[in-house]
């Protein structure tokens, strides 16, 4: 990795995603911002340039909700850099308030949760591994949960008893498992693929919102960075962390039938082309 990466974060304008990208460009990094509201990318980008006294951020707006504006989004990253370093999947919606704890659905048709949380990153990890590859050593790294439900793939629209806590769980069992799958389908000398439950209940509009606040900010964000850029995990992929301590996850994410059917089913929701 350069000493002036560059890095895409979605969901960049608030919580984690925005002081982690604080703190990355405080440590030289080149950042692409990813928002669904313009005039918040804009302040987000404009408020990390001054206080790190660095150029400002380019941003990139697009509502994961909508599969077409997730493409549109991987496809205009390309186009505004030749390199991508790191790729952090921040961006979600958690299990209540204020997503509402109802069932709904995305601009495809699919469970919200499901389609933001893990279909989005998913979409956006498969279309930029081409530009990761070529910029190698390259990183992904998947802000998931300890959050975590097995996957029911008679049911994974959970159209049948519906919770907002069960499809947010399932979401970040998903991104766990397919991290684990890809990273198994790359070498890791090119692209490493890890996930994390940053911090717990960290003071964030998702979690504030539900209940209070156990973890800091702060605590979340020195665990992301930690799989963004610290050398000593260098060639180490395939792996979930919790804070910063390498952890076990839901047994199904070790079902190597399970990952493979995950893999293919998002292939066939997406349409996205085998890696």
């Given at each position: 990795?350069?000493?002036?990466?560059?890095?895409?974060?979605?969901?960049?304008?608030?919580?984690?995603?925005?002081?982690?990208?604080?703190?990355?460009?405080?440590?030289?990094?080149?950042?692409?911002?990813?928002?669904?509201?313009?005039?918040?990318?804009?302040?987000?980008?404009?408020?990390?340039?001054?206080?790190?006294?660095?150029?400002?951020?380019?941003?990139?707006?697009?509502?994961?909700?909508?599969?077409?504006?997730?493409?549109?989004?991987?496809?205009?990253?390309?186009?505004?850099?030749?390199?991508?370093?790191?790729?952090?999947?921040?961006?979600?919606?958690?299990?209540?308030?204020?997503?509402?704890?109802?069932?709904?659905?995305?601009?495809?048709?699919?469970?919200?949760?499901?389609?933001?949380?893990?279909?989005?990153?998913?979409?956006?990890?498969?279309?930029l591994l081409p530009l990761l590859r070529a910029s190698a050593p390259a990183r992904i790294v998947n802000v998931a949960s300890l959050g975590q439900q097995a996957?029911?793939?008679?049911?994974?629209?959970?159209?049948?008893?519906?919770?907002?806590?069960?499809?947010?769980?399932?979401?970040?069992?998903?991104?766990?498992?397919s991290g684990f799958e890809l990273a198994g389908r790359i070498p890791a000398e090119q692209v490493t693929v890890n996930s994390l439950h940053p911090a717990t209940f960290m003071p964030t509009k998702m979690v504030l919102a539900e209940?209070?606040?156990?973890?800091?900010?702060?605590?979340?964000?020195?665990?992301?960075?930690?799989?963004?850029?610290?050398?000593?995990?260098?060639?180490?992929?395939?792996?979930?962390?919790?804070?910063?301590?390498?952890?076990?996850?839901?047994?199904?994410?070790?079902?190597?039938?399970?990952?493979?059917?995950?893999?293919?089913?998002?292939?066939?929701?997406?349409?996205?082309?085998?890696?």
């Amino acid at each position: 990795m350069t000493d002036q990466p560059t890095i895409l974060i979605t969901g960049a304008t608030d919580g984690l995603g925005r002081a982690l990208a604080e703190r990355l460009a405080l440590e030289g990094a080149t950042l692409l911002l990813h928002g669904r509201d313009q005039s918040r990318l804009d302040r987000a980008a404009a408020e990390i340039a001054d206080s790190a006294n660095v150029s400002k951020p380019r941003t990139f707006r697009a509502d994961l909700a909508d599969l077409s504006q997730v493409r549109r989004l991987a496809d205009d990253v390309q186009r505004a850099t030749d390199r991508l370093d790191v790729f952090v999947s921040n961006a979600g919606i958690g299990f209540g308030q204020p997503d509402g704890h109802d069932r709904r659905t995305s601009a495809d048709g699919y469970e919200l949760r499901f389609a933001v949380n893990y279909l989005a990153g998913f979409v956006l990890a498969v279309r930029l591994l081409p530009l990761l590859r070529a910029s190698a050593p390259a990183r992904i790294v998947n802000v998931a949960s300890l959050g975590q439900q097995a996957l029911d793939f008679d049911d994974l629209m959970l159209e049948r008893g519906y919770s907002g806590m069960r499809a947010y769980c399932q979401s970040k069992l998903a991104q766990i498992m397919s991290g684990f799958e890809l990273a198994g389908r790359i070498p890791a000398e090119q692209v490493t693929v890890n996930s994390l439950h940053p911090a717990t209940f960290m003071p964030t509009k998702m979690v504030l919102a539900e209940r209070a606040f156990v973890d800091t900010i702060e605590a979340g964000v020195a665990s992301t960075a930690r799989l963004v850029s610290d050398p000593a995990l260098a060639g180490v992929t395939g792996r979930f962390f919790d804070h910063t301590q390498e952890a076990r996850a839901d047994a199904q994410a070790y079902d190597r039938a399970a990952r493979a059917r995950l893999w293919q089913v998002s292939l066939d929701l997406t349409g996205q082309a085998e890696v």
